[in-house]
């Protein structure tokens, strides 16, 4: 069995004959076409694989294994997230305060004007007055006995006849005392005595505007107005030593 000719062979050499390389190159060539083809290498049998053996597996433990490693880590990661939630709302609560500071301090009075305000106010709600005016419109029951005894004269207003009357006449013409029936004409006046008791029972009606003008300060009103006073007296007197009262008498004595 002849060998193919190397590669090198193929080279053209020094100062060959460009015919006789080239009839190399073709009898080369012829070689290789007219070599019987080798067989097929065939591969060794192997042997049919057995059964695959798996691995012994490792025994888990009982319990489980925590690794500080990562709870560590997730901790602080959670509390960093806490904190800076915590820090923006306090941020945004702070800047609402500073945006509404002016808001609030107008709506405030100054607190060093407040307890001598306050002082000055029970002073002069100790001294008021209440004036209205009070309608009275009622009915008031009445019932009494009215006692009658008086000199009065009535006028008859018809002709009063009087019998068995006895009448004396001692004139210089006609002298008669004897019984007689009397007529006495209407239009007469007669002087009377009264005196009688007369039972009274009657409704009156009331039509009243009554005037009234209470006092506080004599009423019941006058000690709680005077014990605010005094409660607010010691804190007047620190933040104003010559504060002085309604009438201008000092306070703070």
Known sequence: MTQPDSPLSRLPRKQEDP?????????????????????????????????????????????????KDKILPAFWTVASIISMT???????????????????????????????????????????????????????????????????????????????????????LIDINAPANVVLPAGTNLPIRLQMTVPVQTMIPIHLDVPVDIDLGQTGLHTPFTGLREAIKPFYCMLEPDALSVDGQPVCR
């Open 19 to 67: 015919s006789e390389r080239i009839r190399a190159i073709l009898s080369a060539a012829h070689k290789d076409g007219d070599s019987p083809a080798k067989p097929p290498v065939r591969p060794d049998p192997q042997p049919a694989p057995g059964p695959r053996q798996k691995p012994a597996s490792k025994a888990k433990p009982s319990h489980p294994f925590i690794r």
């Open 86 to 172: 915590v820090n923006i709302i306090l941020a945004a609560v702070l800047l609402s305060l500073w945006n509404n500071l002016s808001t609030v301090t107008v709506k405030i009075p100054p607190v060093k004007d407040l307890p001598g305000d306050l002082y000055h106010n029970f002073e002069l709600m100790d001294r008021a007055h209440i004036q209205t005016v009070i309608a009275v419109d009622a009915q008031v029951p009445v019932s009494f006995d009215l006692q009658l005894d008086s000199q009065t004269v009535v006028t008859l207003s018809q002709d009063v006849s009087i019998r068995g009357a006895h009448v004396t006449i001692d004139t210089p």
